[in-house]
């Protein structure tokens, strides 16, 4: 059958050698020409040309399947290898990493069961051990790979939900079959609270839907404003007002990194109140944990040895492709409470035979070998060299934030800790607030529109602000002071056109 020389096996094995090695040289073309990290084009225009594609008419064959896969995705991909992509938490990539991508795609190992992985089961334990050991967590540490920050916070906060019932259930000894029973579940979870910066990552949130607490079960507890860090007065204010309530806090969530200012928040106070009110410390290093390889600022994260969960995203600052990310606990018994055998999968019997099945550990089952882009970053470069342009980027950012500071056109919000900057631009003074919301982000808009630079904007204390997301070691202070030329520039015109509005986006 013709349909079967398409599949990889020992007898396409060669065909297999051409085709990746055509891809491989058409990307490696695009990425020494690309001169600006985007096109340009709008979704309109996109569209257009993706929907003209007949799905049901295959080209059949490899090169001009590329051919025109330049034409719907490589010529307006969003380049993030490119020193003036500087919008959102996205690295460029490390060879190593890309290698080990290569390897994944190929070999297409599972990571549920050991019968579908081997050896990849072994190593991923050994990464998460390494990263355990690297955040300070003991020995009793363990963890798995996912899919991002979202999906690692999400699975930190099921874990310190049944952990907290676990505990109160036992506390108030309540009947039924087990110490959680449903009748002791229903009772205890709409009391269930989680205390976070007001800051904090919008997944937390989105856990708390997902995990079926109260509609106002998550604090937003006030930070600093010079530092936008959590305040520990104020979470102990909440934490002293949710007992006197009588409801329970079942985590704190500290951010090691926040998307808009990368701040830190003050790890070993909050740990000291979590240890205080005996409440679970989670600690979201997604952006963060590229300190953990820092030759020079892994101070930043003291305190989050004393973590119960951490969040690590290898995929943000430690230069991996996504999607690579992991949840590490302190106690590695809590991770059964993910923990489900199917008779079909990872019955019981593996388990007392001590068979190493990472789905008992995960929320995914069929889940792909990630792990094996990290390690072989770790054997070629060694964390020192991972650690190195992590620092370079926080260098950059620092020099930055000095630049606009000297700027009298532009306003910046916070001396980053990490490698991101939120900054305005400035208008002639008397102008209205919402024509100088319309000016920044209308910048942004006409700034995405040349392609020439890509930046990201947020709002702070309700007005609209730009952003620069400082990922990569290749971007200059030349090229960041272009582009504030290039945004000044764009919102000065729009300033001079009379009524003019932009609508957010």
């Known amino acids: 059958m013709r349909s079967r020389s398409h599949l990889l ?20 073309r695009k990425l020494a020409t690309t001169d600006r990290p985007f096109s340009g084009a709008n979704p309109q225009e996109l569209a257009q040309v993706v929907d003209s594609v007949d799905l049901d008419t295959p080209l059949g064959d490899t090169a001009a399947a590329l051919d025109e896969l330049e ?3 490589l010529r307006d991909a969003v380049y993030f290898h490119h020193p003036r992509y500087l919008a959102h938490l996205n690295c460029p990539l490390v060879l190593p990493a890309v290698v080990g991508e290569a390897v994944i795609a190929a070999v297409n190992s599972s990571m549920d069961t050991w019968d579908q992985s081997g050896g990849a089961t072994l190593m991923e334990r050994r990464l998460v051990d390494w990263t355990a050991a690297r955040i300070g967590l003991g020995t009793a540490a363990d963890g798995v790979f996912t899919s991002g920050g979202t999906q690692s916070n999400m699975h930190a906060m099921l874990l310190a939900r049944e952990e907290t019932l676990r505990l109160a259930a036992k506390k108030a000894r309540i009947p039924g079959d087990a110490p959680d029973s449903a009748a002791g579940r229903a009772e205890l979870l709409p009391t269930l609270r989680v205390l976070t910066s007001e800051i904090s990552h919008f997944s937390i949130e989105k856990s708390a839907r997902v995990l079926g607490l109260a509609p106002d079960a998550v604090i937003p507890v006030p930070v600093d404003a010079a530092t936008r860090r959590m305040r520990p007065d104020a979470l102990a204010h909440e934490l002293e007002r949710c007992t006197r309530a009588g409801k329970t806090v079942m985590a704190v969530v500290a951010t090691a990194g926040t998307t808009d200012f990368g701040s830190i928040d003050p790890l ?36 989050i040895e004393r973590a119960d969960s951490v969040t690590v995203d290898y995929h943000k600052s430690f230069f991996q492709p996504v999607s690579a990310s992991a949840i590490v606990v302190r106690d590695r018994t809590v991770l059964g409470h993910a923990t489900h055998h199917a008779d079909y999968l990872n019955p019981e019997w593996m388990a007392e035979k001590a068979i190493p099945n990472q789905v008992n ?27 190195e342009l992590f620092d370079e980027v926080v260098d950059r950012a620092a020099q930055a934030w000095q630049l606009l500071q000297d700027d009298p056109r532009f306003d910046v919000a916070v001396r980053p800790e990490l490698s991101t900057l939120v900054f305005r631009y400035r208008p002639a003074p008397g102008t209205a607030a919402d024509l100088a919301d ?57 300033l001079a056109v009379p009524g003019s509005t932009v609508v957010a986006t």
Not at 292 to 303: I, M, N
Not at 458 to 468: A, E, N, P, Q
Not at 487 to 493: C, D, F, L, Y
Request: hydrophobic share 45%.
């Open 71 to 73: 034409r719907v995705y």
């Open 438 to 494: 319309s000016a920044n982000l209308h910048a942004r808009e006409a700034l995405a529109a040349t392609g020439e630079a890509v930046i990201a904007s947020t709002v702070v204390d309700g007005r609209h602000w730009l952003k620069f997301t400082l990922l990569n070691p290749l971007t200059s202070l030349e090229d960041i002071s272009t582009t504030l030329d290039l945004v000044a520039q764009h919102a000065e015109r729009h």
């Open 9 to 28: 096996n020992g007898a396409t094995a060669e065909r297999y050698h051409q085709d990746v090695s055509l891809a491989a040289a058409r990307i490696a």
């Open 361 to 387: 550990k995960s929320l995914q089952t069929t889940r792909r070998f990630d792990a094996l882009k990290l390690w072989m970053t770790l054997r070629i470069m060694g964390p020192d060299a991972v650690g």
């Open 268 to 303: 070993p106070r909050i740990a000291d109140l979590c240890e205080q009110y005996d409440t679970w410390l989670h600690v979201d290093a997604a952006y963060g944990c590229g300190l953990l390889v820092s030759p020079t600022r892994r101070h930043l994260l003291a305190g």
